[in-house]
């Protein structure tokens, strides 16, 4: 909407909108205190579960540690759930004790003026307004004015037998793998994977021209369901203490619970769904929202990466993009160059799962994985990490593309294990960065030489089928990522986007 518009819906919503509550004033910084790749926050909000889920999240400070309050050098994060008191019954009787006004939320950025209005909600990136709002969608437009990258990104060290380590960042849309990626526990002996943050990104290039990352963010607020001790035991021991919880259920030994939690309870043990009603094993309605979320300290994690909290960030060697992809895309692949890898990232697709914010299982267009985050038009947001492959003296870092949902076309069952095993793309994707001649060129990118990729002890797990590129698919691809970027970006689109699915079409054409 327009500014004039903003500011008369604005006018409608806010005066007045917390009477009868506590206004907090939370001031903030995003990254370690003092870091140069930090920034400064200030939210204002009647929610006192805003003000706990901050402090867990961000690193809430007093202002005499933050210097950039004092200059004005800061986002300005104002928030209401829109719910005066006493509660008028208007505009609807509060569900779960959740106030809010559905009807009327408003969640706007204003990037000129660097502030943040959210007003009607009082759940997840619309009221936590240091993460999406400013850590992506204000931060991805400071980063494109002052020269760094803010990426919905997790980062993660990865240690070889050997004792070499180095850091990987990766893209992938929202429920496709980002937290269990980043706290993963490899399934090949001798590997090590340490966390540096499961969400978002700050990266910058540095005087000797390494791409520098930090997280943002403190703390997880992670998707529960499905979130056990044998899917992901580390998040498990981040959750057991000082964790806020949001739409679990319970059981009743205090316990929280959810769907796929997979513990062994006492006999007798009774549940309450996240609605607060009796919730029996086999009930048709799940006991836990399927979007339900644990909020926990990161320094919580067993395996936080010593230097995850290091203000010149750590350096990365390799980027990696991926999504939900059943058929066609192989379960690897790298990118020729940086500007392909560009291009890479531009082309990501991902199926829309239910803890997305899309219904059905269609495949979405999710470029970086930054299709709602965008703080700026999406063909600038292109041209300005293509750009960054034309600076002289950088580093840059190898670009790869993952898969871990590749589907037997007959029986829908997965074709790769995922999880822990994916430690084995990490150790062929190592490989690369040290410079092994492991790969053979397809089409569509550089995947593993069959030899070079540890499939030992995966009995039907088969190469051929991981890596199966098919003429009809690519060609189909091609044609679907041409009307999105025309429809999509139209004059916007980077000339050399358009030059590199002119080229991926030319190879496919010679298949
Ligand atoms: P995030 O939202 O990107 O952080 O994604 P999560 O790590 O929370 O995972 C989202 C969903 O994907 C969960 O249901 C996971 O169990 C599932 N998932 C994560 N990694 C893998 C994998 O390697 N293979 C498969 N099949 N599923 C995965
Ligand atoms: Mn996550």
């Known amino acids: 909407m327009s500014p004039p518009q903003l500011e008369s819906a604005l006018q409608e919503r806010f005066p007045g909108?917390?009477?009868?509550?506590?206004?907090?004033?939370?001031?903030?910084?995003?990254?370690?205190?003092?870091?140069?790749?930090?920034?400064?926050?200030?939210?204002?909000?009647?929610?006192?579960y805003v003000v706990a889920s901050m402090?867990?999240?961000?690193?809430?400070?007093?202002?005499?540690?933050?210097?950039?309050?004092?200059?004005?050098?800061?986002?300005?994060c104002l928030h209401s759930v829109g719910r005066p008191l006493p509660l008028t019954g208007k505009p609807q009787p509060?569900?779960?004790?959740?106030?809010?006004?559905?009807?009327?939320?408003?969640?706007?950025?204003?990037?000129d003026r660097r502030r943040i209005v959210s007003f009607g909600s009082g759940y997840g990136g619309n009221s936590l307004l240091g993460k999406k709002c400013f850590a992506l969608r204000i931060a991805s437009r400071l980063a494109r004015d002052q020269g760094w990258l803010a990426e919905h990104m997790l980062i993660l060290g990865v240690t070889d037998p050997a004792g070499t380590k180095r850091y990987v960042a990766a893209a992938f849309p929202?429920?496709?793998?980002?937290?269990?990626?980043?706290?993963?526990?490899?399934?090949?002996?001798?590997?090590?994977?340490?966390?540096?943050?499961?969400?978002?990104?700050?990266?910058?290039?540095?005087?000797?021209g390494r791409l520098r990352a930090i997280n943002?963010?403190?703390?997880?607020?992670?998707?529960?369901?499905?979130?056990?001790?044998?899917?992901?035991?580390?998040?498990?021991?981040?959750?057991?203490?000082?964790?806020?919880?949001?739409?679990?259920?319970?059981?009743?030994?205090?316990?929280?619970?959810?769907?796929?939690?997979?513990?062994?309870?006492?006999?007798?043990?009774?549940?309450?769904?996240?609605?607060?009603?009796?919730?029996?094993?086999?009930?048709p309605q799940p006991c836990a929202h399927p979007n339900s979320r644990f909020c926990a300290p990161a320094r919580q994690c067993p395996i936080m990466d010593p230097d995850w909290e290091d203000p010149r960030g750590v350096p990365i060697d390799a980027i990696i993009f991926g999504g939900r992809r059943p058929h066609g895309v192989p379960l690897v692949y790298e990118a020729f160059d940086w500007r392909h890898g560009v291009f890479v990232g531009s082309a990501m697709r991902s199926e829309a799962t239910a803890a997305a914010e899309h219904k059905?299982?269609?495949?979405?267009?999710?470029?970086?994985?930054?299709r709602p985050f965008f703080g700026y038009n999406a063909g600038h947001y292109l041209a300005h990490w293509l750009s960054l492959g034309y600076r002289r003296g950088l580093r840059l870092p190898r670009i790869f593309h993952v898969n871990w949902f590749l589907r037997d076309p007959s029986s829908g069952d997965f074709l790769w294990p995922g999880f822990g095993h994916n430690a084995r793309v990490l150790a062929w994707i190592c490989g690369r960065v040290a410079g092994e001649d492991?790969?053979?060129?397809?089409?569509?990118g550089l995947v593993p030489r069959e030899?070079?990729?540890?499939?030992?002890?995966?009995?039907?797990?088969?190469?051929?089928?991981?890596?199966?590129?098919?003429?009809?698919?690519?060609?189909?691809?091609?044609?679907?990522?041409?009307?999105?970027?025309?429809?999509?970006?139209?004059?916007?689109?980077?000339?050399?986007?358009?030059?590199?699915?002119?080229?991926?079409?030319?190879?496919?054409?010679?298949?």
């Open 17 to 48: 909108c917390m009477a009868g509550r506590t206004m907090y004033a939370v001031p903030f910084s995003m990254g370690p205190l003092g870091s140069p790749l930090a920034r400064t926050g200030l939210q204002l909000t009647d929610s006192p």
């Open 55 to 76: 402090r867990i999240m961000t690193r809430v400070a007093p202002p005499r540690d933050l210097p950039d309050l004092a200059t004005g050098d800061f986002v300005q």
């Open 94 to 111: 509060l569900v779960s004790h959740w106030p809010c006004d559905p009807a009327r939320t408003l969640v706007a950025h204003e990037p």
């Open 174 to 208: 929202s429920a496709c793998g980002k937290t269990n990626l980043a706290m993963m526990t490899p399934a090949l002996p001798g590997w090590r994977v340490q966390c540096v943050g499961d969400d978002i990104a700050w990266m910058k290039f540095d005087d000797e």
């Open 216 to 283: 943002p963010e403190s703390g997880f607020f992670g998707v529960a369901p499905g979130t056990s001790e044998k899917t992901n035991p580390m998040a498990m021991a981040t959750i057991r203490a000082n964790t806020i919880f949001t739409n679990v259920g319970q059981s009743s030994d205090g316990g929280v619970y959810w769907e796929g939690i997979d513990q062994s309870l006492p006999p007798g043990t009774t549940f309450t769904s996240w609605l607060g009603q009796p919730w029996t094993p086999g009930d």
């Open 360 to 370: 059905g299982r269609r495949l979405m267009h999710d470029p970086f994985a930054m």
């Open 438 to 444: 492991s790969a053979v060129a397809t089409p569509v």
């Open 451 to 511: 030899e070079a990729l540890d499939l030992g002890g995966l009995p039907g797990v088969s190469y051929q089928k991981l890596f199966a590129i098919s003429k009809s698919f690519w060609e189909q691809e091609v044609k679907e990522l041409r009307s999105y970027y025309l429809e999509n970006f139209g004059e916007d689109l980077p000339k050399d986007i358009m030059e590199e699915l002119e080229a991926l079409e030319r190879r496919v054409k010679k298949m």
